[in-house]
């Protein structure tokens, strides 16, 4: 039997008033594929997250999930099927520890049993997502378990985000610019934490960020977005070739010396 898409988005518009903010975008996620969603600032890359996570209702289009179609379902649907996520300003409880932090998300999880059907097949939950500290431990947070989440750094809060994420026991992490602040060092760090959770977990992660040379160089696949509509979803190599994109979006970011190396990496 053919591998269905773990989220198959189809022809997804969202309208503002009279702006169209995403343009008929539609794109389908397989199950453990690691996916960058790059282009420029208001290039529709939140909405379109928000509107496949339940967030934001499209005004047109179709969105299964697991083949079951949860167009019209609200983020607690989306949820309940696997699907958590990040927000570009991440949505944490500032005076509750860093530990209750993540027993909250837990706690959402724990209305669905320990082992649960997954793919048609009972599947258990992986042990490092059964209690804050093992959670804690994968995200690299233990020593600030017993901090308020309000006195922990702004990487580290990203960090948390993540991990509340993780604590919902997702099959699928939408993770919207969680390396915006961060240094050079700790966006790398980021990078390969995706990476390792990807692999790890087997999860399905889709990944908006705007520091696009980093993104390039982890993820297998790349999605752009400009002006509402998707111009190229490829992988790196592909994307960083193609004329509309460097027209677009590459072309300044192809020319800054940090960059060559990169697109030469994707390109090789
Ligand atoms: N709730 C809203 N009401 C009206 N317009 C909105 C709303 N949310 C987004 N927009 C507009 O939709 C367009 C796409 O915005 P969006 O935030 O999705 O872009 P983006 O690619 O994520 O940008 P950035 O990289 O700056 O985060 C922009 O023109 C934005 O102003």
Redesign the pocket.
């Known amino acids: 039997m053919a591998l269905l898409p773990l989220l198959d988005a189809k022809d997804i518009t969202?309208r503002?008033?009279g702006?169209v903010?995403?343009d008929s975008v539609s794109a389908t996620f397989m199950p453990g594929e690691l996916v960058g969603i790059i282009?420029?600032?208001?290039?529709?890359?939140?909405?379109?997250?928000?509107a496949i996570s339940g967030v934001?209702q499209p005004t047109s289009g179709a969105l299964k999930v697991q083949g079951r179609e949860l167009s019209g379902k609200g983020p607690h649907r989306f949820a309940a099927h696997g699907l958590a996520r990040t927000f570009?300003t991440p949505r944490t409880f500032p005076d509750m520890l860093v530990r209750d932090n993540i027993a909250f998300g837990l706690k959402f999880a724990g209305r669905r049993p320990r082992k649960y059907i997954w793919w048609g097949e009972e599947t258990t939950v992986p042990w490092v997502l059964r209690t804050p500290e093992s959670i804690l431990g994968l995200i690299g947070l233990r020593d600030q378990a017993d901090l308020p989440a309000a006195a922990i750094t702004p990487s580290q809060q990203r960090l948390l985000e993540i991990g509340m994420a993780l604590a919902t026991r997702p099959r699928m992490l939408l993770l919207?610019?969680v390396a915006a602040g961060l240094t050079e060092n700790e966006v790398e760090e980021m990078a390969r934490l995706i990476r390792r959770l990807r692999d790890e977990l087997d999860l399905t992660v889709v990944w908006?960020e705007?520091a696009v040379t980093t993104l390039l160089r982890h993820v297998e696949r790349v999605i752009v977005?400009y002006q509402?509509k998707k111009i190229a979803d490829g992988t790196p190599a592909e994307v960083v070739r193609n004329a509309e994109v460097i027209e677009a979006y590459l072309g300044d970011e192809m020319n800054e010396p940090s960059t060559e190396h990169v697109v030469e990496e994707a390109s090789a």
Do not use: S
């Open positions: 969202v503002f008033g702006l903010a995403v282009g420029p600032n208001g290039a529709g890359k939140t909405t379109f997250f928000n934001t570009q919207d610019e908006i705007h977005l509402g």
